[in-house]
């Protein structure tokens, strides 16, 4: 069964950092481009960030541009995203998302976390 | 950017009617690349259709899609309870902005 689970999220003061994991299992983790997304409370998703399978080649959204960092650690099957600089409109559940198996979207998704970013 | 605008927003209809909504894209895409999903209150996002008509592993066949250009359709033939969520289209195919539609709303009457 493929499985992501995200981890990391919390409350953190606007201005502040936070890593955010998200281990997978169940597929090749290797083979399999990440993503990012984020929603904020009573809103749609928003893309974030991707990753291609070796980490060479990655992406962001311009909202989050050189304030987030996306990597991966594939012999732990984990991926990552570090966020520094973090403001009121970074509050959101983050989840990580691939495509695993179709042809098109993203068909596996985690459970999400919750970054609040607050005084 | 591509824009992605659903409608309605709110639709209210009873167990065992007919759902259609509506996804229009600010510019032609190609079919390949637009998706829907299912999203209930506290739960990841589910991906229903991808390449417009094509339905994810396990997605009932109640559930279709059609559409071109840049106008897309989900239809739900025959409503069950578990079908009143919130649904969302997507745009995949135009990088870096994986771009979603504001969602419709299908509550029950």
């Known amino acids: 069964e493929v499985q992501l689970v995200e981890s990391g999220g919390g409350l953190v003061q606007p201005g502040g950092s936070l890593r955010l994991s998200c281990a997978a299992s169940?597929?090749?983790?290797?083979?399999?481009?990440i993503h990012w997304f984020r929603q904020a409370p009573g809103k749609g998703p928003v893309w974030v960030s991707r990753?291609?399978?070796?980490?060479?080649?990655?992406s962001y959204a311009d909202s989050v541009k050189g304030r987030f960092t996306i990597s991966r650690d594939n012999a732990k099957n984990t991926l990552y995203l570090q966020m520094n600089s973090l403001g009121a409109e970074d509050t959101a559940v983050y989840y990580c998302?691939?495509?695993?198996?179709?042809?098109?979207?993203?068909?596996?998704w985690g459970q999400g976390t919750l970054v609040t970013v607050s005084s | 950017e591509i824009v992605l605008t659903q409608s309605p927003g709110t639709l209210s209809l009873s167990p065992g009617e007919r759902a259609t909504l509506s996804c229009r894209a600010s510019?032609?895409?190609?079919?390949?690349?637009l998706g829907w999903y299912q999203q209930k209150p506290g739960q990841a996002p589910r991906l229903l259709i991808y390449?417009?008509?094509s339905r994810a592993t396990g997605i009932p066949d109640r559930f279709s899609g059609s559409g071109s250009g840049t106008d897309f359709t989900l239809t739900i033939s025959r409503l069950e309870s578990e079908d009143f969520a919130v649904y969302y289209c997507?745009?995949?195919?135009?990088?870096?902005?994986?771009?979603f539609g504001q969602g419709t709303k299908l509550e029950i009457k």
């Open positions: 998302a691939g495509r695993i198996a179709v042809a098109g979207g993203f068909d596996s």
């Open positions: 169940g597929f090749t983790f290797s083979r399999s481009w």
């Open positions: 990753i291609n399978t070796d980490g060479s080649d990655t």
């Open positions: 510019q032609s895409i190609s079919s390949t690349y």
């Open positions: 390449g417009a008509s």
């Open positions: 997507q745009q995949y195919g135009y990088s870096p902005m994986y771009t």
